[in-house]
């Protein structure tokens, strides 16, 4: 009887050495199988498939002269009606911006005597605005950050303009 039980010690080992190999073979046809097919997808397709859907986008920047202005809702309205897109063509994107654009144009429009109101509004859907994966989504979003960089810099230019007049009266 010890014999018998040698022998199923001995098989059993045997079968968990196979099972082994088993495992083995199984993790290294995956790799192999997962080379390959990374291989033969990136010889098949280039790098974008279709060169209409990429397209690289720079944002519109600030203007440096924006005109004459006496209060912030003037200075604001000047950097948001001096947007300049320069050579982009890609009409989602811009879409997107405009509409960013527009909407807090009307908000600033509406509460010209207090414009923190609009920065705290803007400042809002900025950190809970996630989705930026198509152009339309990536030009609003950059409007966003484009009108609440106008909001600041109109505080910035109000502030040095009375600044300068209260310096010049001292």
């Known amino acids: 009887m010890a014999d018998n039980q040698i022998d199923m010690f001995e098989l059993v080992k045997e079968v ?6 088993n495992v083995d073979d199984v993790f290294s046809s995956l790799d192999s199988l997962k080379n390959e097919e990374v291989s033969t997808v990136q010889q098949e397709t280039p790098r974008y498939a279709n060169t209409n859907e990429v397209k690289k986008v720079s944002k519109p920047g600030l203007p440096e002269n924006i005109g004459p202005y ?24 811009i879409e997107g911006h405009k509409t960013a654009l527009e909407k807090y144009f009307k908000d600033a429009y509406e ?29 609003y979003y950059d409007g966003l950050l484009y009108v609440y960089n106008a ?17 010049k009266n001292l």
Do not use: W
């Open 111 to 139: 509460n010209a005597k207090d414009l923190y109101v609009v920065e705290g509004r803007v400042n809002d859907e900025i950190t809970r605005y996630t989705s930026r994966t198509h152009l339309y989504e990536k030009g």
């Open 16 to 21: 968990e050495k196979q099972q082994l190999r």
């Open 70 to 93: 006496d209060t912030r809702f003037e200075a604001f309205k000047g950097i948001v009606e001096h947007v300049s897109y320069g050579t982009i063509d890609v009409n989602n994107y």
């Open 151 to 167: 909001l600041k810099k109109s505080k910035e230019l109000l502030m040095g303009k009375l600044n300068k007049e209260i310096t």
